[in-house]
């Protein structure tokens, strides 16, 4: 039984024209992730699913296998685990092998250690319960208790009807986001998973009892703007996850 990596790397982007493919301190970010992907000692093979040419010749330079995407899959609306599931499929019948755990990591991003795949790999395997595992931020000045919303006359109102919030954001319960890390789910649950009905908040391919790892940033990045591409370039070349 083998354990893989699944990036998803669509092409024709439509924030930032391929933005996989950006050159960030002395790789793509795709060259990144797959470099993240070849560390991890408790990785056996390396997939890509992609519709776009180019994006797949760079997966080739690493070794990693290619997950032809339908068109269907790679359209800028489309659900992210039809996409998954689509992939983690594709690789079972192109090993011919049963899969243990499937991790996945978006192609836009540099955010990601070989050893940050091994820890949600490694809690899954230290807690047979678990149907997965994702990294995480804590919420403190964007909590959902500050959120707002803009309503039909124009004005700001609270996004949660909560008039006596108090503005001491120590007082709030805490909340999580994804934050663009490493989503790792058992291949046995991925494939049963229904949309809408299992899974945290819209992560529904993670199944029921998914365990988090807190990580210590402000917020997850992925590259949606040039802000996004300079701080990920600051935290490449300060080394910040030592910081």
């Not at 039984?1 to 439509?14: E, F, H, P, R, S």
């Not at 996989?20 to 060259?31: A, D, V, W």
């Not at 899954?124 to 000045?141: G, P, Y």
């Not at 701080?231 to 490449?236: I, V």
């Amino acid at each position: 039984m083998k354990n893989i990596v699944l990036i998803t790397a669509k092409g024709g982007n439509t924030s930032i024209q391929n933005k996989n493919l950006i050159e960030i301190e002395g790789k793509t970010f795709l060259g990144w992730q797959l470099t993240a992907a070849k560390e991890a000692k408790f990785v056996d093979e390396i997939f890509v699913s992609t519709e776009c040419p180019l994006i797949k010749e760079e997966a080739l330079k690493y070794g990693a296998k290619i997950i032809d995407r339908p068109k269907d899959l790679a359209q800028a609306f489309t659900n992210h685990g039809d996409a998954i599931l689509h992939g983690a499929k594709e690789a079972k019948r192109i090993l011919n092998e049963e899969i243990g755990i499937v991790t996945i990591l978006l192609g836009n991003t540099a955010y990601n250690r070989g050893e940050d795949i091994d820890k949600t790999i490694e809690v899954l395997n230290n807690n047979k319960e678990a149907t997965s595992c994702m990294t995480v931020w804590k919420a403190q000045d964007d909590h959902p208790y500050r959120a707002m919303q803009i309503n039909n006359n124009g004005y700001l109102e609270g996004y949660l009807d909560l008039k006596n919030a108090d503005t001491n954001r120590q007082s709030y319960p805490d909340i999580y986001f994804y934050d663009q890390g490493p989503w790792s789910v058992r291949y046995s649950v991925l494939v049963n998973c229904e949309r809408g009905k299992t899974g945290p908040a819209c992560w529904w391919w993670m199944g029921d009892n998914c365990i988090p790892i807190i990580r210590n940033w402000v917020t997850g990045k992925d590259v949606h703007s040039q802000l996004d591409i300079e701080m990920t370039r600051n935290w490449l070349k300060n080394r910040l996850w030592e910081k």
